[in-house]
C-alpha cells in the first residue's frame, strides 16, 4: 500500500511534466473510444426504435418496388412511398380471412418536416397511443397531432395548420385547404410521436380541386391507399398469405422483421468497417501510450534509479510506470465516454438526418462497460512493458550506480 | 562506536575485482575522506556501504548492522532511513518542485510527510523562498543545497557524497565542503566523501588513500 502510496502522485507528476504527450495520448484514446460508443448508442437507439415502430405489424402491403422502400416509407416514414394501391383492392385483402386487424395509410404531404398521415384510429392502437388533449378526427380535415409536433411547433387545440404538397419541407403549401388541430398525443417514444393524422378522406380531399365540403370527392373506383399496415389472425399466415397478395398485379407484400433484418444485413459492412476504423484508432492509442511511457522511461532512468537510492522497492518503481499508464487510460476512458455521448446527444440534436428520430446521448448501454474495460486494459498492458523494464533495469546488482551515471 | 566497518572486502563487477579492502573502520561523528583517482574503487566503495552493489566477499557493517546480508526490501528501507546522498551529478526530480523531492525522500523512507521539517531544513540551508520552485530553474549553487538538504532531510546517521566538489572552483569547494560539515554536525550525521580531489583534504582527520588495482 506505502508502495502505491509513493508511486501514484509520483507517477502524476511525471504525467504533468510532459504535459503535451500527456494530453495527445488523452486525446488518441478518448476519440477511439467516443467513436466506439456514439456508434453503440447510435445502432442500439436505431434498433430498439425501430422494433418498437414496427412491433405489431405482421406485414405491410403496398405498390410494387422495393420491399425495403415499402417498409422505410409506411412503418418508419422516411424514405418516399413505392406507389399507391387501389382502395378496392386494399378492401379485398383486409377483408381477408387471415386478416385481424388492417390499417390503411394514405401518404403524400407533410407539415413542415413532420409527415401527414391519413389513415383510421386503429393506427392510433398500433402504437398504444392515447390522447393526451383533445379528441380523435370525426370528420375530414381534422388533424391529431403526435406530442413531438406539437411541442416543437408549439400547437394548441383548435389551430389551423396548411400542409405542403410531398414529403419534403419545400413542397406548396396547401394554403386553401388548413387542417384543424382537434386533438394532441402523449409522447409514446414511437414513429407516431412525430406524425399528423387524419382521416383518410382529408388527403383525397385535399388532392382534389373541390371544396372540402361537398360530401365524397372522389368516385371509389379512382380512390387509392399508399399501403396497408397488417396485423395477422393467425401466425399460419406468414406462410401463404405474402405470397397470395404477391400474386395481384400491381401489388406486393413486406415484412418489417425480415426487412429490417436485411438492412441491417446491408449497414453491416458499413458498421463493421467505422468499429474496425475505431478500433484502430484505440490500438493507435494504446502504442501511444506505449511509446509515450518507453521514451519517458529512457530520459528518466537515473530518476529511478535516484527512487531506488532513496529507498524505493523495485515494485514501487514498477508502479510509478504502470500506474502513468493506467491514469492515462482512465482520462481516455473518461474523455471519451463523455465525448461519446455528447457526440451522440449533438447529431441527435443538431443533425437534419436524425433530428426527430428521438436518439439521445443521455443513456447507457451495457457495450459501452466492456469499450471502457478494453481501454482500461490496453492502457494497462501498454504501461506494463515499460513498468517491467524499469522494475528489471533497476533490480540487477549494480544497475543503479550504472544508471546514476557512475561509471 | 563504529558507523561503518568494512572487512576482508572485495568487490567489483562480476569476476572482475575493482576494489579490494581488509579493513576499514569510520568512527561515529569522525568525518572521513576517501582519496583516489578515478577508477580506484572509490564509488564502488561507497556503493556496497550503501548496499546499492553487492560484494564479492568480505562484511559490511553500517551503524551496527549487515547490510551485505539484508533481504533487498529490508535493505532498500535501510538505505532510506538511514543514509543520505550527495551525488556528483545531484539528480534531483525534475518533475518536482524542490519541496515535493524532500517530501519524496521523507516518503521513500517510510516516513510521513513532514512539511514543518522540510521548511526548517531549507531555511537553514538558505533556500526557503525555492520551495515551489522546479530544479530546473534553480542556480548550480541552489541545486547543491537541495542535494544537501534531500541527504539530510530523514537525520540519517550517516552521509555519502560522491565527489561532492569535482566541479567546483576554489570558492565554491569550500563554501560546499563547509556546508556539508554544517549539516552533518548539524543533524548528528557522519560524513563519507569519496573524491579525488585534494583541495579538501586538510579538512579531514580520518583519510583512506586508494590507489588504483592493478591489472593482475
Known amino acids: ?407 | 562506536m563504529a558507523m561503518v566497518e568494512v572487512s576482508g572486502l572485495r568487490a567489483g563487477y562480476g569476476a572482475h575485482v575493482v576494489l579490494a579492502l581488509d579493513r576499514f573502520n569510520v568512527e561515529a561523528g569522525q568525518h572521513t575522506l576517501v582519496l583516489g583517482p578515478s577508477g580506484c574503487g572509490k564509488t564502488t566503495l561507497l556503493n556496497v556501504i550503501s548496499g546499492i552493489a553487492l560484494t564479492i566477499s568480505g562484511d559490511i557493517l553500517v551503524d551496527g548492522q549487515r547490510v551485505d546480508k539484508m533481504r533487498p526490501s529490508r535493505r532498500d528501507q535501510f538505505r532510506g532511513r538511514h543514509i543520505g546522498f550527495v551525488l556528483q551529478r545531484l539528480h534531483l526530480v525534475s518533475a518536482l518542485s524542490v519541496f515535493d523531492n524532500l517530501a519524496l525522500a521523507q516518503r521513500l523512507a517510510g516516513f510521513p510527510v513532514d512539511a514543518a521539517r522540510i521548511e526548517s531544513v531549507l531555511s537553514q540551508l538558505g533556500i526557503a523562498d525555492k520551495k515551489h520552485t522546479s530544479p530546473g530553474k534553480l542556480s548550480q549553487g541552489e541545486a547543491q543545497r537541495v542535494a544537501i538538504a534531500r541527504a539530510v532531510i530523514n537525520r540519517p546517521a550517516l552521509i555519502l557524497a560522491d565527489e561532492p566538489t569535482a566541479a567546483l572552483d576554489d570558492d565554491n569547494c569550500d563554501a560546499a565542503i563547509e556546508l556539508l560539515f554544517t549539516q552533518a554536525r548539524e543533524h548528528g550525521a557522519t560524513l563519507l566523501v569519496a573524491t579525488h580531489d585534494r583541495r579538501i583534504r586538510p579538512r579531514f582527520s580520518q583519510v583512506l588513500e586508494l590507489q588504483k588495482m592493478s591489472a593482475a
Open chain 1, 1 to 407: 500500500m506505502n508502495a502505491m502510496h509513493i508511486a501514484f502522485p509520483l507517477a502524476l507528476a511525471y504525467l504533468r511534466d510532459r504535459l503535451l504527450a500527456t494530453c495527445l495520448n488523452i486525446l488518441l484514446l478518448a476519440l477511439g473510444i467516443a467513436t466506439i460508443v456514439s456508434l453503440l448508442l447510435t445502432l442500439s437507439q436505431a434498433e430498439q426504435r425501430m422494433d418498437r415502430d414496427a412491433a405489431g405489424i405482421d406485414l405491410v402491403v403496398g405498390a410494387k418496388g422495393s420491399p425495403l422502400q415499402l417498409i422505410l416509407s409506411s412503418v418508419f416514414q422516411v424514405d418516399i412511398p413505392t406507389g399507391n394501391i387501389p382502395l378496392v383492392e386494399a378492401r379485398r385483402i383486409a377483408g381477408d380471412a387471415m386478416v385481424r386487424k388492417s390499417v390503411p395509410l394514405a401518404l403524400g404531404d407533410s407539415y413542415g418536416t413532420f409527415r401527414i398521415v391519413g389513415t383510421t384510429p386503429d393506427y392510433l392502437s398500433l402504437y398504444a397511443a392515447e390522447i393526451h388533449s383533445g379528441r380523435v378526427w370525426s370528420r375530414p380535415m381534422e388533424v391529431i397531432v403526435g406530442a413531438e409536433v406539437a411541442a416543437r411547433k408549439g400547437l394548441q387545440l383548435g389551430q389551423r395548420i396548411a400542409g405542403n404538397h410531398g414529403l419534403t419541407e419545400t413542397g406548396a403549401a396547401h394554403t386553401d385547404k388548413p387542417f384543424e388541430v382537434v386533438g394532441i398525443l402523449k409522447p409514446t417514444g414511437a414513429v407516431i410521436d412525430r406524425l399528423v393524422l387524419t382521416a383518410v378522406d382529408s388527403v383525397w380531399a385535399v388532392h382534389t380541386h373541390q371544396p372540402v365540403d361537398q360530401g365524397d370527392v372522389l368516385p371509389d373506383d379512382e380512390k387509392e391507399l399508399t399501403a396497408l399496415l397488417i396485423q395477422y389472425a393467425t401466425p399460419l399466415a406468414a406462410a401463404s398469405f405474402p405470397r397470395r397478395v404477391n400474386a395481384i398485379s400491381g401489388l406486393q407484400a413486406a415484412s418489417p422483421a425480415m426487412e429490417i433484418a436485411r438492412l441491417f444485413s446491408l449497414l453491416g459492412f458499413g458498421i463493421g468497417a467505422l468499429k474496425l476504423f475505431a478500433g484502430i484508432m484505440m490500438v493507435c492509442a494504446g502504442l501511444g501510450i506505449f511509446i509515450g511511457l518507453s521514451n519517458a522511461l529512457d530520459d528518466r532512468r537515473a530518476d529511478l534509479a535516484l527512487l531506488r537510492l532513496l529507498g524505493a522497492s523495485r515494485t514501487t518503481v514498477f508502479l510509478t510506470i504502470l500506474v502513468q499508464g493506467f491514469a492515462l487510460g482512465m482520462a481516455g476512458v473518461i474523455l471519451g465516454l463523455a465525448l461519446g455521448h455528447a457526440g451522440t446527444e449533438w447529431m441527435a440534436q443538431v443533425l437534419p438526418q436524425v433530428r426527430g428520430l428521438g436518439f439521445t446521448g443521455w443513456t447507457w448501454i451495457s457495450q459501452e462497460g466492456m469499450v471502457a474495460g478494453g481501454a482500461l486494459l490496453l492502457a494497462l498492458l501498454a504501461g506494463c512493458v515499460p513498468a517491467l523494464r524499469a522494475y528489471r533495469d533497476t533490480g540487477n546488482a549494480n544497475a543503479i550506480p550504472e544508471l546514476l551515471g557512475q561509471r
